[in-house]
């Protein structure tokens, strides 16, 4: 049996999807890859040339993911998709008290419902039908530590990711019918414009007049400024998602991250109030 030589990644327009969108290309695979906007579909085809075929939606319009599934069908549903890779994603912060339901149902229209439905979407083409004509392929889930471990102020994207993780886990078992697995990486920080976005959060004008600016402000300068500073570069986080896209026998999970056992491991051997206590003193959160 065969394997495709077809990927689907979502969100290529940027940071992870774009780095995972070149080292696939270069490798010799065709890339679909989903963005929003034709300006961003022209330049990547140009940059990135025929191998490159970009896919134009919105992963929260529904009717465009199922209109890009039946031309996919259409065009290759004799070789299908030997991986997808659901990297689309936004992160949106602030303290819960101050956010509105709005905030969270963006948060989770994007990374939670959107991912569902293209995977929904595409699980014909990864050898979720009968007679699949090649060998099952996998799917990627781009989730985060903070699907394991929530931030102050990071309720939206730390609840989006915290659904990831546990879908995920129900579907890994599911797709053992079909032969198609299911892996998670879950980055630290990452230099990438989706936080770029997110530290612009503190400055919005709805959190100065929160009894939780001045500590909005200290995890922004304290924790997340100097976190992705020393974070890795998305080109080094493709560059291990590739690997596990290849291993023949990968691991459930990869967690991504600089200094990981200080930054990672050590603090999850610790007692769980204790890092409460740490991080809430370093914000002055505690009186």
Known sequence: MTKSQNVLITGVSTGIGYDLT???VEKGYTVFGSVRKQADANGLSKELGESFRPVIFDVTNFDEVDSAAKK??????HEGLVALINNAGIAIGGPLMDLEIDDYKRQFEVNVFGLIKVTQAFLPLLGA???????????IQISSVAG??????????????????????????ELLHFGIDVILIEPGPIKTPIWEKGTSQAEEEKFKESVFYPALNKFQDVFMAKAVKGALTSEKAAKVIFKAFLAKRPKVRYVLMAGKFKNWTLPRMMPTRMVDRFIGKALGLLK
């Open 22 to 24: 070149k080292i696939f």
């Open 72 to 77: 996919l069908e259409k065009e290759i549903g």
């Open 129 to 139: 039908r009968e007679n699949h004509p090649i060998y099952p392929g996998r799917i």
């Open 148 to 173: 394991k471990h929530g931030m102050p102020f990071m309720s939206p994207y730390a609840g989006s990711k915290h659904a990831v993780e546990g879908i995920t886990e129900s579907l890994r078992k």
